[in-house]
């Protein structure tokens, strides 16, 4: 659940950038991150107003009971739909997910080590849970068990749902790595310090600066691709 109540900084993103919103498109986006808006914001360009479900009188929780990356990003969106009176919106879902841990954390990322959302003990528990498979792996294979070989490939994903004069849309962006073996790097946030993209095999992605992470990012990737289908309905 996420509350996005109280958070001026995010109401007054346009006042304080002197965006002019006359000419432009309104959409809800369900976010009350205010990283993530800017980040849209930049992405779709001067043809959309990006507002909070707060800025459009929503003031509570928004629901994310699904079970896959999918159905939380479409549940989020057609909340804000439903309580807005079909206005334009979109929301968006992330999950890491190991192959060794058969696709885990995935939707209960955010959640894995519990109710806090604690980023470091998450970590500490996908660490944990990794070293676990891997030593039974390497158990199996010298009892001449044929295991499948330990492997420590993931990807960060995001999924959007835009829902645009009430049809529904769905976008996706992948950020292909593998996990440390411990954490490095004092950027980024959630699993970023033990996430080596691929694109950048030397170093983890909290290492990377904004601007490096940004141009990689799976949610970037996701909202170009929506953008990219918003200018092509514009056009």
Same mark, same amino acid.
């Not at 043809?47 to 459009?56: D, I, M, R, Y």
């Not at 699904?66 to 009176?85: F, V």
């Not at 970590?123 to 070989?149: N, P, Y």
């Not at 420590?152 to 849309?169: Q, S, Y």
């Given at each position: 659940?996420?509350?996005?109540?109280?958070?001026?900084?995010?109401?007054?993103?346009?006042a304080?950038?002197?965006?002019?919103?006359?000419?432009?498109?309104?959409?809800v986006?369900?976010?009350?991150?205010?990283?993530?808006?800017?980040?849209?914001?930049?992405?779709?360009?001067?043809?959309?107003?990006?507002?909070?479900?707060a800025?459009?009188?929503?003031?509570?929780?928004?629901?994310e009971?699904?079970?896959?990356?999918?159905?939380?990003?479409?549940?989020?969106?057609q909340?804000?739909?439903?309580? *807005?009176?079909? !206005?334009?919106?979109? %929301?968006d879902?992330?999950?890491?997910?190991?192959d $060794? /841990? =058969? +696709?885990?954390?995935?939707?209960?990322?955010?959640?894995?080590?519990?109710?806090s959302?604690?980023?470091?003990?998450n970590?500490d528990?996908?660490?944990?849970?990794?070293?676990?498979?891997?030593?039974?792996?390497?158990?199996?294979?010298?009892?001449?068990?044929? *295991?499948?070989? !330990?492997?420590?490939? %993931?990807?960060?994903?995001?999924?959007?749902?835009? $829902? /645009? =004069? +009430?049809?529904?849309?769905?976008?996706?962006?992948?950020?292909?790595?593998?996990?440390?073996?411990?954490?490095?790097?004092?950027?980024?946030?959630?699993?970023?310090?033990?996430?080596?993209?691929?694109?950048?095999?030397?170093?983890?992605?909290?290492?990377?600066?904004?601007?490096?992470?940004?141009?990689?990012?799976h949610?970037?990737k996701?909202?170009?691709?929506?953008a990219?289908f918003l200018?092509?309905?514009?056009?």
């Amino acid at each position: 659940m996420k509350n996005l109540h109280n958070i001026p900084e995010i109401g007054n993103f346009a006042a304080e950038n002197r965006i002019n919103t006359s000419s432009m498109k309104r959409i809800v986006f369900a976010t009350g991150n205010s990283g993530k808006l800017r980040e849209a914001s930049e992405i779709l360009g001067g043809a959309f107003e990006l507002v909070t479900p707060a800025q459009s009188g929503i003031h509570g929780d928004i629901p994310e009971s699904g079970a896959t990356l999918r159905a939380n990003s479409l549940q989020k969106a057609q909340y804000i739909y439903d309580h *807005t009176g079909g !206005a334009d919106c979109f %929301a968006d879902d992330t999950g890491l997910e190991v192959d $060794i /841990l =058969g +696709g885990a954390p995935g939707v209960y990322s955010a959640r894995y080590a519990g109710s806090s959302k604690n980023s470091s003990d998450n970590i500490d528990k996908l660490l944990r849970e990794m070293d676990i498979q891997e030593t039974e792996a390497s158990f199996a294979r010298a009892f001449g068990i044929d *295991t499948v070989h !330990a492997t420590r490939r %993931a990807r960060f994903k995001t999924v959007v749902t835009l $829902i /645009l =004069g +009430g049809e529904k849309h769905f976008f996706e962006g992948v950020l292909e790595g593998r996990i440390a073996r411990s954490r490095a790097g004092e950027g980024g946030f959630g699993y970023d310090p033990v996430f080596i993209a691929d694109e950048y095999p030397d170093r983890t992605v909290a290492e990377l600066d904004e601007e490096t992470k940004n141009a990689i990012s799976h949610r970037g990737k996701a909202l170009r691709a929506m953008a990219e289908f918003l200018n092509s309905q514009s056009a």
